[in-house]
């Protein structure tokens, strides 16, 4: 059976070859010339949390709507696999490091189908050589997007209080690595990683694709 889905894939890659989102060459979803490109992130608000790129470079804000939009699990494992380069300089070998994405409302599921922070976390959680959790961080109250938030406050004041945490026996004592797609003031970030660490988490730090 795995034999012959990967010849399928073969002959469907031979039928419809991939292309590069950003500049549109034949060959992987993303190229390695535009991920070179990519702009750096800006400096963080959080020492707790790193990310690979500038939301504001155009070429990114393109992935990060695809990302979004798309529940492209080829995308997800080249951006992960950048994720995992970057993680690598601070979390090789640490044996206590369990990988939770940012959970996503009911009503936001049923709309995009897919959480696009699972399906990055998917790929980066082999560092971990475990799956990552999803059953800890749980999305308890629905709130409007943090893109139409006016300011920080209002963004503050959006989050508070919108997660819950079960299962604390499985982080506790342990260090948590959140996975999102973005952060621009770092608030649901920040929110979850409190009730983590109140939770009994020994730390929370986490990662992203752009700020």
Known sequence: MIFAMKLL?????????????????????????????FEGPKPSNYDWIVSLWNYRDPNVERVMRHIKNVPNKRIA??????????????????????????????????????????????PLATITHQKPLTNILIKSKQTKKQGTAKNKQERIHNISGSFKVQHTHLIRNKTVLLVDDITTTGTTLYEARKILLESGAYDVVAITIAN
């Open 9 to 37: 894939n073969v002959f469907l890659n031979f039928l419809f070859p991939t292309k590069c989102i950003v500049c549109n060459a034949e060959g992987p979803d993303l190229c390695a010339k535009c991920l070179a490109s």
């Open 77 to 122: 494992k080249i951006l992960a696999d950048n994720m995992t380069a970057l993680l690598r300089q601070g979390f090789a070998g640490h044996g206590k490091l369990v990988i939770i994405p940012i959970p996503i409302g009911r009503a936001r599921m049923r709309e995009r189908g897919y959480n696009q922070s699972l399906l990055l976390a998917r």
